[in-house]
Nanobody
């Protein structure tokens, strides 16, 4: 059973940066398509970014394109989300997700989820 654990969330001022990490145990991260989603209070969980299994191609939501970067370090069994130029509207609980199928933007494509890490962007 794959377990995913996120870390790196916190409080940051607008324009600041954070790097989230997602570490996998009980499985090899390189065999899964991986993604980040986020959920703000009162809103549905939304796609942020994903990275494919084999060739590590990436895809981003328009709202974060050019500011966020998803990456993976297979040797460390860890995925990252580098977030720059953060805005108050980026405030949410961020979840990492993994699945055996192709990477995509739908939550249904991912079988494994972390517990989430809070990101708050505020002055």
């Amino acid at each position: 059973q794959v377990q995913l654990v996120e870390s790196g969330g916190g409080l940051v001022q607008p324009g600041g940066s954070l790097r989230l990490s997602c570490t996998a145990s009980g499985g090899t991260l390189s065999t899964y398509a991986m993604a980040w989603f986020r959920q703000a209070p009162g809103k549905e969980r939304e796609f942020v970014a994903c990275i494919a299994r084999s060739i590590s191609s990436t895809y981003y939501a328009d709202s974060v394109k050019g500011r966020f970067t998803i990456s993976r370090d297979n040797a460390k069994n860890t995925m990252y989300l580098q977030m720059n130029s953060l805005k108050p509207e980026d405030t949410a609980v961020y979840y990492c997700a993994g699945g055996p199928s192709d990477a995509g933007i739908r939550t249904s494509q991912y079988n494994y989820w972390g517990q989430g890490t809070q990101v708050t962007v505020s002055s």
